[in-house]
């Protein structure tokens, strides 16, 4: 167990549709990232918060969006979903901003139908 | 953008075999990590690598971070039933200003009892 928990671990919805991903960090840790795992394409980062502020931005869509709140939990908002937008949604975590050792949570997968 | 092209892609392994799998980069890292999943989980991580030809080990895991500072190399020792599971290399170029992880695509270990 990393000590990062994510929910919900399983989201079926439809074409069009809004979701939002939620992630706690491991206690202490001030930095959240998300990734996006499909089988073709292995892991892409989508974005860092580090405290609450926007650290690095990766391939994330426009239609998605994150923030952190002041107890460092983060949300993940996908909207107008696709097809394409079906995977496995892993947030990770890590002390600082800039650190190398990022631990991950057991993942969100959603599936679009 | 920087890429990593980890190999094997799959192997099938008779319980008792040691197993070596690899990562090259198209730029330096500065940083090395290698992370295993197993199937609905998230990745754990299991070494971490921060100098050119350091070489650590984790009980039957030992890596290695190449002197060209491109490449990386992850050993098991005498395999068992649940190593099984997706090895991925990740890597960093802390000197590049950027904290992202770009992570190979993963090599999918089988071990045959």
């Known amino acids: 167990d990393s000590g990062v928990t994510q929910t919900p671990k399983h989201l079926i919805t439809a074409t069009g549709q809004r979701v939002t991903l939620r992630c706690s960090p491991r206690s202490g840790d001030l930095s959240v990232y998300w990734y996006q795992q499909s089988l073709d394409q292995g892991l892409q980062f989508l974005i860092q918060?580090?405290?609450?502020?926007?650290?690095a931005k990766g391939n994330i869509l426009e239609r998605f969006s994150a923030q952190q709140f002041p107890d460092l939990h983060s949300e993940l908002n996908l909207s107008s979903l696709e097809l394409g937008d079906s995977a496995l949604y892993f947030c990770?975590?890590?002390?600082?901003?800039?650190?190398?050792?990022?631990?991950f949570g057991p993942g969100t997968r959603l599936t679009v139908l | 953008g920087q890429q990593l092209n980890q190999s094997p892609q799959s192997m099938f392994i008779q319980e008792g075999e040691d197993v070596s799998m690899n990562c090259t980069s198209s730029s330096i890292f500065n940083t090395w990590l290698w992370y295993k999943q197993d199937p609905g989980e998230g990745p754990v991580l299991l070494i971490a690598?921060?100098?050119?030809?350091e070489l650590t080990s984790n009980g039957r895991l030992t890596a290695q971070f190449g002197i060209t500072r491109k490449d990386s190399f992850l050993n098991i020792s005498a395999s068992i039933p649940s190593d099984v599971g997706i090895y991925f290399c990740?890597?960093?170029?802390?000197?590049?200003?950027?904290?992202?992880?770009?992570f190979g695509k993963g090599t999918k270990l089988s071990v045959i009892p």
């Open positions: 990740a890597g960093r170029d802390s000197g590049a200003g950027s904290y992202q992880l770009t």
């Open positions: 990770a975590s890590s002390v600082y901003g800039g650190d190398n050792e990022q631990f």
């Open positions: 690598l921060y100098k050119a030809g």
């Open positions: 918060y580090y405290n609450g502020e926007e650290r």
